[in-house]
């Protein structure tokens, strides 16, 4: 089939290349000059494990192309998708959706034959009856039909996320419409993936639906830590002892820093957002939000409990400061917040991360990047592990600090308290 995606962001681009992969003809559109042409390269803007080779590869192929031109894009494709960001609105809780817009005013220009035309984007309810009245302003409906079919690409697992999902949501009730989608994800039916087809309105919402419950799970398991903390119980026993009930499941019961990246806050606060314009009221996932706005000043806390209230002039540093492991994404990562306040109380600050130096600490002063551990390890007070990084969990602490009382906060639980007291290492968990 012949694809378009708009929109060469996270979801766009991971999406459009694994579908060439699946030996369909997939054109990626940005407005953005520079990427498009980097892309024509195989200089990937995302960090994400696997995507630079198969955007070669099919590149290569001539199954992949990149354009900048969204009206000859359109033209010759069968299916449109829309990925572009749908970021909160400053000040507000609302999804900004002027992006989603803009490109369905530009697709409505340009359709001249039957468009089938997705809404990849999560977006709030009645997005798609929006999108849909846009569009038919300049087309006449018998000439296109909008859909939603919501993504579930983790960060970091993305490309196995697209070959191996759970499920496959399809908004629509347009019988020729679902046909054709059904036909197009056929390789990953056949795979296993459950295929649902739903109203669009109902697909809209299942992302956030999803993303909300998962968001519930992180904050829920992050405040039975704090309570494990106050009891001398072990997070880790709490999490095993209810994640293996068939009904809740261990997937998002790990205890750390508070949930960040592109999806779970900005989607609940959409959610929250859309409740209150029908006057309903989602107590839960409210109390779940102020929560998680809350964690960081949690373990800000535990930091300066850690140092004796003695921050000014310690060197702290933070192995890594992504949101979480295997992605670039920053984010809502719990660092925005801890580091520029151990900064602003006068701590000396190194961190290092395998995705690079990040341009949110740049203007900070006694903030540095250090390009490898053992230089952002040398000579620190206490250690934070923020991310679960693989290159983290097999430390020779001892050996790369070179200094006897350093601390370890392990906001991972990566290591053994017991092992870390048996090498005479000051050691912190989270609900341990």
């Not at 900064?343 to 341009?359: E, F, S, V």
């Not at 900070?364 to 983290?392: G, M, P, R």
Request: charged share 30%; net charge positive.
């Amino acid at each position: 089939m012949k694809l378009c995606m708009i929109g060469t962001g996270y979801v766009g681009l991971v999406s459009g290349v694994c579908f060439a992969d699946l030996g369909n003809d997939v054109t990626c559109v940005d407005k953005d000059i520079s990427k498009i042409n980097n892309l024509k390269k195989s200089i990937i803007p995302i960090y994400e494990p696997g995507l630079d080779e198969l955007v070669k590869k099919n590149y290569k192929a001539g199954r992949l192309k990149f354009s900048t031109n969204i009206g000859e894009s359109v033209k010759k494709s069968d299916i449109i998708f829309i990925c572009v960001g749908t970021p909160t609105k400053r000040n507000s809780y609302e999804a900004d959706l002027s992006q989603v817009f803009t490109v369905a005013k530009e697709i409505s220009k340009n359709i001249k034959s039957f468009k089938i035309i997705i809404n990849k984007s999560t977006v709030p309810v009645l997005t798609g009856d929006k999108v849909e009245k846009i569009i038919a302003k300049k087309v006449k409906k018998k000439l296109f039909s909008v859909v939603s079919n919501p993504e579930f690409l983790r960060e970091g697992e993305a490309i196995r996320d697209f070959i191996y999902p759970d499920r496959v949501v399809i908004g629509t009730s347009n019988k020729s419409s679902n046909k054709k989608l059904k036909n197009l994800y056929s390789p990953l039916i056949s795979k296993g993936a459950k295929y649902i087809n739903t109203s669009r309105r109902a697909a809209e919402l299942i992302k956030y639906a999803s993303n909300a419950f998962l968001a519930t799970k992180v904050t829920f398991i992050n405040e039975i830590a704090n309570l494990c903390e106050k009891l001398d119980i072990n997070i880790e026993d709490v999490s095993i002892g209810i994640g293996t009930d068939k009904r809740i499941g261990g997937r998002f019961l790990r205890a750390g820093p508070a949930y960040g990246g592109s999806c779970f806050p900005k989607d609940t606060r959409a959610l929250i957002d859309t409740a209150k314009k029908t006057k309903t009221s989602l107590s839960v996932i409210n109390t779940v939000i102020n929560s998680n706005e809350k964690r960081s000043e949690i373990l800000l806390k535990r930091i300066n409990k850690i140092l004796n209230n003695k921050i000014k002039n310690k060197k702290i540093t933070f192995l890594g400061v992504t949101f979480k492991a295997n992605t670039d994404d920053m984010r809502e990562s719990a660092c925005l917040k801890m580091i520029p306040y151990l900064n602003n109380k006068g701590a000396k600050i190194k961190y290092y991360d395998p995705t690079g130096q990040k341009n949110e600490f740049r203007k900070l002063k006694n903030v540095q990047y250090k390009n490898n551990i053992k230089h952002a390890c040398e000579k620190s007070d206490l250690i934070i592990i923020h991310t679960e990084w693989n290159e983290f969990k097999f430390l020779d602490l001892k050996k790369i600090v070179k200094k006897k009382n350093f601390i370890l906060y392990d906001m991972r639980n990566i290591y053994s308290p017991d092992k870390m007291k048996k090498q005479n290492i000051k050691y912190f968990g989270i609900g341990r």
